[in-house]
């Protein structure tokens, strides 16, 4: 048998990249080896998701570092039976680069209230907290009780701002199924969040 045919030690042939699924899994273990596969794999599309979200370069390449950084730290969190390696990554790009924006937005909402001189506060900023986060909490639990399969093309769609060609792409699936596990998602998600007709 020739060096072509020996068997990688993630269990493929050498030549044939290893799933994201199966990396995550390695990265899990420690394995450095492949979490810089990891990083080759994903590195990219991590850092265009984020860069349409934050759309500074250099604040998108720390919030990208960020990113890698926790898939590194937080790989034995992935669970494969909830969604494809790359939307657990994805999901967290996102994440990360809203609240950098959420971040840069609140720092110039405070530099502004400051400048007004203003010495009481005009409304309850622990209770809007509060309520920011128990309203993504409800939206986590809601894309929670839709199907894997379901939660992926919604995240990519709204979260990452995928069109529905690009998602059909990324899930490698028809584009009239993915329309049709979005538009079932989304009617799930409406109904579980109460939101009226």
Excluded at 17 to 30: D, I, K, N, S, T
Excluded at 63 to 85: M, N, T
Excluded at 111 to 119: S, T, Y
């Amino acid at each position: 048998m020739g060096p072509e045919r020996e068997i990688h030690r993630w269990g493929v042939h050498r030549g044939e990249p290893p799933g994201l699924e199966e990396l995550l899994g390695a990265v899990a273990r420690g394995d450095r080896s492949a979490f810089e596969r990891v990083y080759e794999l994903i590195a990219p599309r991590v850092f265009g998701l984020v860069l349409r979200v934050v759309r500074d370069r250099a604040q998108s390449e720390e919030v990208a570092q960020d990113v890698l950084v926790e898939v590194w730290r937080s790989a034995a969190r992935y669970d494969p039976g909830r969604g494809s390696g790359s939307a657990w990554v994805m999901t967290i790009a996102h994440r990360r680069a809203v609240d950098r924006v959420r971040s840069a937005q609140t720092g110039g909402d405070r530099e502004a209230r400051a400048a007004r001189l203003q010495v009481h506060r005009p409304f309850d900023e622990v209770a809007e907290s509060v309520e920011g986060r128990l309203e993504r909490e409800r939206v986590r639990r809601c894309l929670d009780g839709l199907t894997p399969l379901q939660r992926e093309s919604v995240t990519f769609a709204y979260y990452g701002g995928y069109s529905y060609r690009e998602v059909a792409e990324l899930v490698q699936a028809p584009l009239a199924t993915v329309k049709t596990r979005m538009r079932d998602g989304l009617i799930r998600l409406r109904d579980c969040l109460g939101v009226q007709r």
